[in-house]
């Protein structure tokens, strides 16, 4: 398996209300009045199913209306999100041995079942078991992409070497796999068509970067644990920190100015 960019029992989570949507019945004389509303909205474009949502103060139209790149890709993102972790297929097992060498390079892993995952912060001696219980294989390619991609940023996190540290902290690894989760529920990934405007301003960046999904994980993981200081959280808190952290993205991929993952200003904090 390869991550590599080409330009370059689990904790429950809690998800945030979605934003006021009114759905409504585009019919065939609705799609020829250009000035046609739906509780205000401004129209863009005819004859396409729509979901009309409040946005920075007017209201807008989201059109299914992808291009083949974002449409391939999208699917390519969907597919990622449905493979569920197996602990007896080769690759899985492989990329299982690689975030253990891109997390601890000079230290040998003794098996695939180990107490030595638990430095790492995995519940128990078998992380497979995380993996089913999570967001399946996809957490466990974040935290890969994660490692390779910024290792500085990601040791730093797992050895907590920053701020006051509370007595109990989160585990690293398992914090990982909620990530995943909370980013695929806050995109709306498992549904069949865009209900949010998150989730199409996300499709609109699957065009500048297919790792879009990727970077956006490392992003969350650093605000995540910069919240966390700053509420000098404990590990019973780890939920309500999650939707704070839900919350500031959502706020960040709505900015005007939001074109790529990059342009976040939260992705500043990546090292």
């Not at 979605?18 to 474009?45: E, L, V, Y």
């Not at 041995?97 to 430095?119: F, I, M």
């Not at 999570?134 to 940023?153: M, P, V, W």
């Not at 297919?210 to 995540?224: G, H, I, P, Q, T």
């Amino acid at each position: 398996m390869s991550i590599e960019r080409n330009h370059g029992g689990c904790m429950a989570v809690g998800s945030l209300p979605p934003p006021s949507i009114f759905k409504c019945a585009h019919s065939a004389s609705a799609a020829n009045a250009d000035d046609q509303t739906c509780g205000s909205p401004r129209w863009i474009g005819k004859g396409l199913s729509c979901v009309c949502m409040k946005r920075k103060g007017t209201y807008e139209r989201i059109c299914m209306n992808l291009t083949p790149l974002q449409e391939e890709r999208l699917q390519r993102l969907k597919h990622r999100v449905n493979v569920y972790f197996d602990g007896s297929r080769r690759d899985h097992q492989e990329a299982l041995r690689a975030l253990w060498h891109a997390t601890y390079p000079n230290k040998e892993l003794s098996g695939l079942v180990s107490d030595q995952w638990k430095d790492m912060g995995w519940q128990g001696r078998d992380p497979s078991t995380d993996f089913r219980r999570g967001a399946g294989f996809i957490s466990l390619e974040n935290l890969l992409f994660f490692a390779k991609t910024f290792s500085n940023s990601f040791q730093t996190l797992l050895n907590k070497q920053f701020g006051k540290r509370s007595t109990w902290e989160y585990p690293f690894a398992v914090a990982g796999v909620n990530i995943t989760f909370m980013i695929i529920q806050m995109l709306d990934l498992q549904s069949t068509k865009a209900r949010t405007f998150v989730r199409a301003v996300f499709v609109q960046m699957l065009s500048e970067d297919e790792w879009a999904f990727d970077l956006l994980y490392c992003v969350a993981f650093m605000l995540m644990d910069k919240q966390w200081l700053q509420r000098n959280a404990s590990y019973m808190e780890f939920n309500e920190v999650l939707k704070s952290t839900r919350g500031q993205l959502e706020r960040e991929l709505m900015m005007d100015d939001v074109i790529r993952i990059e342009d976040m200003p939260s992705y500043n904090l990546l090292g």
